[in-house]
């Protein structure tokens, strides 16, 4: 398929795919187009795909999804989000704000589902996206993107409220099949959660085998899961700021200390989590350097402003859901890596926020708790 970008968004993956032959009912356009006029008027719509339809979404996302690797090897010139968590019409207003994915590249870092109102229809034109743009649009997989999860925090109930148990249990098999990673030209890694203390090789990643779920091995708990230590998530500029990063030269990021503090350990229980772990500075230097790679960017923590910047800025977490499950008063982000490995970063408020409109919820209402892998987000 040849994608429709313009000449500034070149192809960031290099690997044909092929899109299986629709049936004549199923055109993913229409269903896309459905989707977005729903999202045109702030009532928070559902249902408004007939399930058959939705099933033909998943099998063909799937059938894509098998062809490209656990981890997908990008070029720049691409846009990462982080958590966007069923908040359709923040989803919708962010491609009117930063470009449709049919003129820009885009790598989205899991937790599509759960936690808002609109999992479903959230999913359902990311999936769209994949199959219209199969080289050009990417998301991996989030720790609510498994059924241990989102049985418990509002994808389930919503599958069950509008169409069947056998819709929810179709979309879980789907997503035992998403990519666990990313890497942007060979020097930034993407994942939603952390690294793990399991490995300190790429190629141990890249040799997961799919159907994968987070109870497969430790490693992939830990790459969903876990978080850098708080001491190095300090680093967080003013959104009135023009955010821009440059990432920096490994023979420049050593600084002298004269009293240097005591680091904590490479890898620490996360209490607030429960069996998941911090990862330290040094970890993460250890596994940048073995990799010849210079940069983290991953989710899976909500941040006031959409973004933060770890103080040797070789961490960047992203949040991409304002004004988070109606209570928070944070913004959403997005970060764009330019040739050169140039990244900027825009924010943006809640689309309801900015009408004035009341957000309806439905589903994952509750306290998250999960003893093998409990998150706040």
Sequence with gaps: MQPSHNTDSPCPFSRPVSVPTPEPEFNVKRILQTLLSSA????????????????????????????QPVVIDLAGNIKICGDVHAQFLDVVNLFKRFGSPDRENYLFLGDIVDRGPQSI?????????????????????GNHE?????????FLEECLQFYSRSLWEAFNNCFSYMPIAAVIDDQILCVHGGISGETTSLETIRAIERPYSELTSALVRDLLWNDPHPSMMTKEPSISQNHQLTVPDCADDTVQLTEPPQPPPLFSRNSQRGSSFYFSEQALDIFLTENNLQLLVRAHQTVA?????STNLKCVTMFSAPNYAGVCTNRGGVMTINTGMHCS?????SYLDENKEPRQ????SQPESNTQTPDKN
């Design 40 to 67: 045109n008027d702030s009532t928070i719509c559902h249902s408004v795909i007939p399930e058959h339809l939705i099933f033909q979404l998943i099998s063909t996302t799937e059938s894509i999804l098998k062809q």
């Design 305 to 309: 402003r959409g973004f933060a910047v």
């Design 146 to 154: 498994c059924a241990s999860m989102n049985a418990t925090f509002g």
């Design 121 to 141: 229809e959230t999913i359902c034109v990311l999936f769209c996206y994949k199959i219209l743009f199969p080289e050009n649009f990417f998301f991996i997989r």
């Design 361 to 364: 919820r439905t589903g994952g």
């Design 345 to 349: 970063f825009k924010t943006f408020k």
